[in-house]
């Protein structure tokens, strides 16, 4: 059984992914480094809202970020994360695959 210090921090994780556009964020982030504005317009959302979602992932050490000349650059570089993003996406997608329904956008 794991330490109950890194269930509790299992937890905090997933409850940290409990949204849709964080786990858009997280999904785009670890294909390629973006920075708001390009992740605000993907998302059609605004960039004060996508710069929040990134500071909560950042501080929760799911992304990073590197500064360009005024902009910054975000980044998911660990696997665990992408893993565990592209499984809870895949796994969604199979599921409504098998029950006849076309993914959603």
Same mark, same amino acid.
Do not use: C, N
């Given at each position: 059984?794991?330490?109950p210090a890194? !269930? %509790? @921090?299992?937890? @905090? /994780?997933?409850?940290?992914l409990a949204?849709? =556009?964080?786990?858009?964020?997280?999904? &785009?982030l670890?294909?390629?480094?973006? @920075? %708001?504005? /390009? !992740?605000a317009?993907? !998302?059609? *959302?605004?960039?004060?809202? %996508?710069s =929040?979602? !990134? *500071?909560?992932?950042? &501080? *929760?050490g &799911?992304?990073?970020a590197r500064r360009?000349?005024?902009?910054?650059?975000? /980044?998911? @570089?660990d #696997?665990? %994360?992408?893993s565990l993003?592209? =499984?809870?996406?895949?796994h969604h =997608?199979? &599921?409504?695959a098998?029950?006849?329904r076309r #993914? /959603?956008?």
């Open positions: 059984m794991p330490d890194v !269930l %509790v @921090d299992a937890a @905090d /994780t997933f409850a940290m949204s849709s =556009q964080r786990i858009a964020l997280l999904w &785009l670890s294909r390629h480094e973006w @920075d %708001v504005s /390009t !992740l317009q993907a !998302l059609g *959302a605004s960039g004060p809202l %996508v =929040q979602h !990134l *500071a909560k992932l950042r &501080l *929760a &799911l992304v990073s360009r000349g005024r902009r910054q650059f975000y /980044t998911v @570089d #696997p665990h %994360v992408i993003v592209d =499984q809870a996406v895949d =997608q199979d &599921l409504r098998r029950a006849g #993914p /959603t956008a």
